[in-house]
């Protein structure tokens, strides 16, 4: 699986939004871009993921360039629970009982007010 | 999104003694589950992959026999961590796997005395 790298901390108002950036220049054709968050102390959360398309969902926006070597995860309105690390990965679908998942170290994301 | 639950979210345990971390997948069947290992300020390292009906798969580093893992039926991944020493006291985490997406139990805390 592609190699991903993430600023490791980023500050956001709350309120505006969050515009995560994550490199993936080596990613591969068939491999899916996700993004997960962990809150302190809490197992990760599922946020978004796409192949080649932007996506949308009731969390976040995921925008993804036409060369598909970096991305970016929008949080519209950041909210002081949206403070978590942010996890990056490129993964393909491997389908049955394959394709862990494996963690970087993300970016700390911190909302103040 | 889907739900994976962990019981029990904390444990303490003296040194020498088995603990068992229950993993379920709540509202779906589950054929592939994950178990990782996080430390203090580190990102999640897997420890092994859990299939149902057959042997889990150990990440190299990861001792089999101090770390059984069960998958007994579609739901429920169980890991136990024998004879365990302080060096084990870690955040455990599993998720279960629908589709072609990863789902994250909140996690369980070991502490070993």
């Known amino acids: 699986d592609a190699k991903t790298t993430q600023p490791p901390s980023m500050d956001c108002a709350e309120g505006r939004a969050a515009n995560l950036p994550c490199n993936h220049s080596?990613?591969?054709?068939?491999?899916?871009v996700y993004w997960y968050r962990q809150i302190h102390s809490q197992g990760p959360q599922y946020i978004i993921h796409g192949l080649k398309n932007n996506e949308t969902n009731e969390m976040a926006s995921l925008i993804i360039t036409e060369d598909r070597k970096s991305s970016t995860l929008i949080l519209p309105h950041a909210t002081l629970r949206d403070t978590a690390v942010y996890y990056c990965i490129v993964r393909r679908d491997y389908g049955g009982s394959q394709g862990n998942l494996i963690f970087g170290k993300g970016t700390k994301l911190s909302v103040k007010p | 999104g889907a739900v994976v639950s962990q019981h029990p979210s904390r444990v303490i345990c003296k040194s020498g003694t088995s603990v068992k971390i229950e993993c379920r997948s709540l509202?779906?069947?589950?054929?592939?589950m994950f178990w990782y290992r996080q430390f203090p300020k580190q990102s999640l390292m897997l420890m092994a992959t859990s299939n149902e009906g057959s042997k889990a798969t150990y990440e190299q580093g990861v001792e089999k026999d101090k770390f059984l893992i069960n998958h007994a039926s579609l739901t429920l991944s169980t890991l136990t961590v024998t004879s365990a020493h302080p060096e084990d006291s870690s955040f455990y985490i599993c998720s279960a796997k629908r589709g072609e997406t990863q789902y994250f139990g909140p996690g369980t805390r070991l502490l070993v005395l």
């Open positions: 509202d779906f069947q589950a054929t592939t």
């Open positions: 080596t990613i591969s054709g068939n491999e899916y």
